[in-house]
């Protein structure tokens, strides 16, 4: 009986599965009537109100009301929800909360086109972009395409990409007032927000400017492997078999041997914080990592990609102890270009980087007091997901309610860092100095209020993307509107550290403001690094 139910159950989700496939694809490709519109308007002015703790912290009340009837004012005729989302973002991002996001729906795939799509590649997706003196550059690239670093892009098809740049930066909310976050992730985004602005593509030209020759490269979203490399793999399975027929096994030693290295690259992939590239496993990219610099070990730099990936303890354990080993007596600790990531993470580094009691945020500000059960019961999750998350509302309901208190009619959520701390016992003590742009965002710029509240580091760069009195995130609920499918992303929970700054909106900024420039790029310097360096002989 309990077999047949589970099949029926089974048959159930999957028949609502794919009805729910051609209703939403039918949705978001159609017009939608202004009524239709305008009530998306409101639900999603509705949950910003309902959900976030610093709505009008930026920008009051009265201004946000009005900017909210006059784009219902000015959406008078049908349209589709990509054009949508784009009126919608021009809006939300005078919330000033660069947490805050909204995205346009995509046609989804049934399992048979997902399944395909997973053979198919598209190499477009394996350039790197960054924006710097007007100009769009490829900053990195893998394969072939690595001859194509530092090439300046003139058009994407048939237009300029400083103009769609233009475009994208009034559709990015920033923390505060901050104008170096829309500089830096416009670049380094690019793609992301054209295809939120085109939709889904499988063709591409790019016109590129390398030295001094201009050519248009066409990229083309290809199968991964085509007729001719499939009769190769025949040809080579075939001839294995022979080879397999003789292969010598292997013994028990041989075996415990192999698994034994498995294991210890898995620790290492762990610890560094390993990102597989789709379809490229040559290329090894990191996270995290340490490196020395010069003949001797006195200088050494820890580069941080983002605060997640694998088990950072150990990374920073190991650091350390080199570092306490070595004597060393400077630490650069290179923030740029990281969006952020685990709060347990900067909690645990910022360990290493004092030698008093701390408590590293404040308790977090919340609209909810049950943050947890809001977050996974968004309405964009599948029927699965709020099943499972249904079952073990009781249990999530609890942690909520353990950690939630109420002070001055204001909710309140503690979190292991907001109890006081001891530093670690090899906790570093030389000259610190860290590296920030326009991209150290979210818990990137927390560490660096940290850091610089408490005159700890010497920092060099730009302003920091991420506001210095905190940002809203920590958890998040993702509201899909129900008519245009457009998704809004809103944060639960104020962060931030006691250390604040008297005029609120901004970023931390450095103590040695150093922009790099495209020249600076075409050469191969790194102007940041290059003054630390020599601000390090000077002390000598």
Not at 178 to 203: C, I, P
Not at 302 to 331: A, R
Not at 353 to 372: A, C, G, M, V, W
Request: aromatic fraction near 10%; proline fraction near 3%.
């Amino acid at each position: 009986m309990s077999k047949k139910l589970i099949l029926t159950f089974g048959i159930t989700i999957l028949l609502v599965s794919c009805a729910s496939i051609e209703k939403h694809n039918l949705q978001v490709t159609q017009l939608h009537s202004v009524e239709n519109l305008h009530e998306d308007i409101d639900k999603a002015y509705k949950q910003l109100q309902r959900h976030h703790p610093r709505l009008y912290q930026f920008t009051s009340k009265g201004v946000l009301d009005f900017k909210f009837d006059s784009l219902k004012k000015a959406i008078n005729k049908p349209m589709d929800s990509r054009t949508f989302y784009k009126q919608l973002a021009t809006v939300t991002k005078h919330v000033g909360q660069g947490h805050l996001s909204i995205s346009p729906p995509s046609v989804k795939l049934n399992k048979e086109d997902r399944n395909e799509q997973v053979v198919w590649r598209f190499d477009i997706n394996y350039l790197s972009f960054e924006y710097l003196d007007d100009t769009l550059i490829v900053t990195d690239a893998v394969g072939k395409d690595s001859v194509l670093i530092n090439a300046e892009v003139l058009k994407i098809e048939n237009e300029i990409p400083q103009d769609l740049i233009k475009k994208y930066k009034n559709l990015i909310t920033a923390d505060g007032y901050n104008t170096t976050f829309h500089n830096r992730v416009v670049g380094t985004r690019f793609m992301r927000y054209y295809t939120y602005d085109k939709g889904r593509f499988d063709s591409i030209s790019l016109t590129l400017k390398n030295a001094d020759s201009t050519f248009i490269k066409k990229y083309v979203r290809r199968p991964l492997r085509d007729s001719l490399q499939i009769q190769m793999d025949s040809i080579k399975r075939d001839s294995l078999k022979v080879v397999q027929k003789t292969k010598v096994k292997r013994t028990k030693a041989e075996r415990k041997a192999k698994k034994i290295e498995q294991k210890a690259k898995r620790k290492r992939n762990s610890k560094y914080g390993f990102v597989p590239t789709q379809h490229m496993p040559e290329v090894k990219n990191y996270t995290r990592s340490l490196n020395f610099i010069g003949k001797d070990s006195t200088v050494a730099i820890v580069k941080i990609k983002g605060f997640q990936n694998g088990k950072f303890e150990d990374f920073y354990d190991d650091t350390f102890t080199i570092v306490d080993s070595l004597k060393t007596q400077t630490l650069i600790i290179d923030l740029r270009n990281n969006f952020g990531g685990r709060l347990e993470e900067i909690d645990y580094l910022y360990s290493y980087l004092t030698d008093e009691n701390y408590t590293f945020i404040n308790k977090s500000e919340s609209n909810t007091r049950f943050p947890i059960l809001k977050s996974l019961m968004s309405n964009s999750n599948s029927l699965g997901t709020k099943v499972f998350v249904g079952l073990l509302s009781p249990g999530l309901a609890i942690a909520d309610i353990l950690r939630v208190s109420k002070k001055d009619g204001k909710l309140y959520r503690s979190f292991n860092s907001s109890k006081e701390q001891e530093p670690k016992l090899l906790n570093f003590k030389g000259k610190v100095y860290v590296l920030i742009n326009g991209n150290s965002f979210s818990a990137s710029s927390v560490l660096s209020s940290q850091l610089h509240g408490t005159s700890r580091a010497t920092f060099v760069g730009e302003e920091t993307g991420g506001a210095y009195n905190g940002t809203v995130a920590g958890l998040f609920k993702i509201y899909q509107l129900p008519h245009t499918k457009v998704q809004v992303r809103i944060g639960l929970l104020q962060l931030d550290t006691k250390q604040k700054t008297d005029i609120d909106g901004y970023g931390i900024k450095p103590d040695v403001e150093i922009l790099p420039t495209y020249q600076d790029r075409l050469n191969n310097i790194d102007p940041e690094l290059d003054w630390i360096l020599k601000d390090i002989e000077t002390q000598k």
